[in-house]
């Protein structure tokens, strides 16, 4: 069957913002005089959503973690969020998709007001039909909540949609409401990581997902 509603992750799937969000963390780790990981663990920071990531790599107490949020979100909306980039190809992508009548929309981890912005800012906006993400106090913070959002805003029917991401919050919740999920590998999650959390399909690159997408 042909997917009419197609629901994006926004890191590590359309855009890479590994050095907005590394600059953001260790300014939040160096106003609470907390020691820099190493890269391994800041790469895990993208994709879940950052309170749990704060208190599960530094064991900190969910007053510690809310802070080291706080601290984060001072940086990022002033210098972060910008620097990012698009991958190669999505404008293009997103395009072919509104072009031959699908629906796109945003279901991302990051907080609404910073994803919308950021679509704003690449240009990409005006390809989706509805975006979810969390608030900034917490609310929808975890992605099964998100595509939540999405199916009760927009009526989307999940049999009719498809979820696509890196990370296994996305495989795991698409899987919550029995969307299929495709996992891409060119972003920040291995392809164990994506098949071992239900990926139904698999995309190495940008051109790869447009053909998966554009034949389904």
């Not at 679509?119 to 975890?142: A, K």
């Not at 996305?170 to 392809?191: E, F, L, P, R, W």
Request: negative net charge; without cysteine.
């Amino acid at each position: 069957m042909a997917f009419r509603n197609i629901l994006f992750d926004l890191d590590g799937t359309l855009t890479d913002p590994k050095e907005g969000i590394f600059n953001s963390i260790l300014y939040a780790l160096r106003e609470m005089q907390l020691d820099a990981p190493e890269e391994d663990q800041l790469l895990s920071f993208i994709g879940p959503p950052l309170f749990d990531s704060f208190k599960h790599h530094f064991s900190l107490t969910d007053e510690a973690a809310d802070e080291a949020v706080e601290l984060y979100r001072v940086y990022f909306p002033e210098k972060g969020m910008y620097e990012n980039r698009v991958y190669e190809g999505i404008p293009e992508l997103l395009n072919q998709l509104k072009t031959t009548g699908k629906k796109v929309y945003l279901a991302t981890s990051k907080p609404k007001v910073y994803a919308t912005e950021i679509l704003r800012h690449f240009g990409l906006l005006r390809f989706f039909d509805g975006i979810s993400g969390p608030e900034l106090d917490g609310t929808r913070n975890h992605k099964a909540e998100v595509i939540e959002f999405l199916i009760q805003v927009y009526g989307i029917v999940p049999e009719e949609s498809l979820m696509v991401g890196d990370r296994l919050h996305d495989m795991q919740g698409a899987a919550t409401h029995n969307i299929k999920a495709v996992g891409v590998t060119y972003g920040y999650g291995s392809s164990e990581e994506l098949r071992e959390n239900g990926a139904w399909k698999m995309a190495g690159s940008v051109e790869e997902l447009e053909k998966l997408l554009l034949e389904n």
